[in-house]
């Protein structure tokens, strides 16, 4: 995901970045933004995810004017870790099994 942190303003602007979690990574952290201008933050995942288990994980960034506060805000990070294939089993289809017959049989086919 790529974030844009823009300054609209007429004074330089320093601004910084900051996760609430450790497995959140950044590009870049803070830096400061001529008036007018703009700069890319690339925000991914972080090798600190790489051992958790299956399940939903959430973190926080905190966007930052260290200038004038004006415009802070923040932005909501989800991971969702799904379950590596070998350990999942699924059957189909999805109905259940209903054979009749008479007493005694034959039933048909025989596993």
Do not use: D, E, H
């Not at 890319?40 to 506060?69: K, R, W």
Request: proline residues 6%; aromatic residues 10%; glycine residues 12%.
């Amino acid at each position: 995901m790529i974030y844009t942190i823009s300054n609209s303003g007429s004074a330089v602007m320093t601004w910084r970045i900051v996760p609430s979690v450790n497995w959140i990574s950044l590009t870049s952290t803070s830096g400061s933004i001529q008036p007018m201008q703009q700069t890319n933050v690339v925000v991914g995942i972080g090798p600190a995810a790489n051992n958790f288990t299956p399940g939903t994980y959430t973190g926080t960034l905190t966007f930052q004017n260290l200038t004038s506060g004006v415009g802070n805000t923040s932005r909501n990070i989800t991971l969702v870790v799904n379950t590596v294939g070998g350990s999942t089993m699924k059957v189909t289809p999805t109905s259940s099994f209903v054979y009749s017959g008479p007493q005694g049989g034959p039933f048909g086919f025989n596993a």
